[in-house]
């Protein structure tokens, strides 16, 4: 039986307009009600997503959000930490010596701000984020050396680019996966969505049979292959299309409510 349904946010949950369309509210509060666990799966810090998590009235105490790509399992309202994968400052000086060579931007970003290494140059992450989090403008020298990390980005047209030159060394240390076309992170190594939401059904002694989840993006393909029922949108990429059990209608075209009114029907 599926009892947690985990949801991708950036072309799968929200429309291009960056909205939770009526349908989808609709559908996605009817399962909640009726005992079913939604579980917003994105990149963000959970910060960024109250808004959201408030929209659709996920603010029971069972209700938890997967953050930082896995890297945080997070309580809504409080944002207790029910699981946590971080990195530390020295974990960080091969990928700052790599973007400083190669010549391309870094955010950092811990529980409650976003740190930009400015000698490396500004990025459009901050405008991305449109002031959800706040940004701090420093260098990787004067980064806090006590902090912990849940990733590190790169906002840039480079990313093709940044992923066919990685180091040896990078790619054994991180997992390092787009988000976006032009968005790249880096996150602690064996974290993902996936890792993220096993932590999570662990916690209410559930498995991966009573998972469904929906994506489009190679980020997502960790949890569209651990989940029972893995629904790939019809925007996804190829690669989220060939591991999906199914397949739903785009995100402007409201494909997760549609798919979930005739599942659950």
Do not use: W
């Not at 991708?8 to 009600?33: C, F, G, M, W, Y």
Request: charged fraction near 20%; hydrophobic fraction near 45%.
């Amino acid at each position: 039986m599926i009892t947690t349904i985990a949801l991708d946010l950036d072309n799968t949950l929200l429309t291009s307009a960056k909205t939770i369309s009526p349908r989808t509210e609709r559908v996605l509060k009817q399962l909640h009600t009726a005992g079913k666990r939604i579980v917003l799966c994105t990149g963000r810090p959970i910060k960024a997503i109250q808004p959201l998590l408030k929209q659709l009235a996920l603010t029971q105490p069972t209700d938890y959000s997967i953050t930082f790509n896995g890297g945080l399992v997070q309580q809504n309202t409080t944002a207790a930490i029910l699981a946590r994968t971080s990195l530390t400052k020295a974990d960080l000086e091969p990928l700052y010596a790599f973007a400083k060579k190669f010549g391309f931007p870094l955010d950092v970003i811990d529980l409650t701000q976003v740190y930009s290494l400015i000698e490396l140059g500004k990025s459009p992450y901050e405008d991305f984020l449109q002031g959800l989090m706040p940004f701090t403008d420093l260098t990787f020298a004067t980064l806090p050396a006590d902090d912990l990390f849940g990733k590190v980005v790169s906002a840039s047209d480079q990313v093709p680019a940044i992923q066919a030159n990685l180091p040896a060394t990078i790619a054994a240390n991180f997992h390092v996966v787009p988000s976006r076309r032009n968005l790249l992170e880096f996150l602690p190594n064996h974290t993902d969505k996936a890792s993220g939401l096993t932590q999570l059904l662990a916690h209410f002694n559930e498995q991966a049979t009573n998972l469904m989840a929906f994506g489009d993006e190679e980020n997502d393909l960790g949890m569209l292959k651990l989940a029972q029922v893995g629904v790939a949108m019809d925007n996804a990429i190829p690669a989220v299309k060939a591991v999906a059990t199914a397949t739903t209608l785009s995100n402007d075209d409201d494909g997760v409510a549609v798919f979930l009114e005739n599942y659950f029907s």
